[in-house]
């Protein structure tokens, strides 16, 4: 079985990206957006979890099988997010001051 070779130009592109996705993280904590600032903090964590996955883990380039796992373990996570958020959202005290 043969590997893929990355080349230097792509892992110095995506670790410069990285770079400016902390900057951007760092430079949103400085501001008061609301509500906002959790979206966009999680917007931004998500595209360098992204960045890492596909690139330093080698997912973009591996079989299908590793890409199918990485899927499963999403499609399980965003089941848990969902069903800890009906639970959260169904609860009739939140807000009444407990």
Not at 52 to 65: E, N, S
Not at 81 to 86: A, D, G, I, R, V
Request: proline content about 3%; some cysteine.
């Amino acid at each position: 079985m043969s590997e893929h070779i990355v080349p230097r130009k792509i892992y110095l592109v995506v670790c410069a990206a990285l770079l400016g996705l902390t900057f951007a993280t760092y430079r949103l904590a400085l501001l008061d957006l609301g509500p906002w600032n959790v979206v966009a903090a999680l917007t931004i964590a998500s595209c360098k979890a992204l960045l890492v996955t596909l690139f330093f883990m080698h997912a973009r380039y591996g079989p299908r099988r590793t890409q199918l796992v990485i899927l499963a373990g999403l499609f399980w996570l965003g089941l848990l997010l969902f069903l800890t958020m009906t639970d959260y959202v169904a609860r009739g005290w939140l807000g009444r001051g407990a």
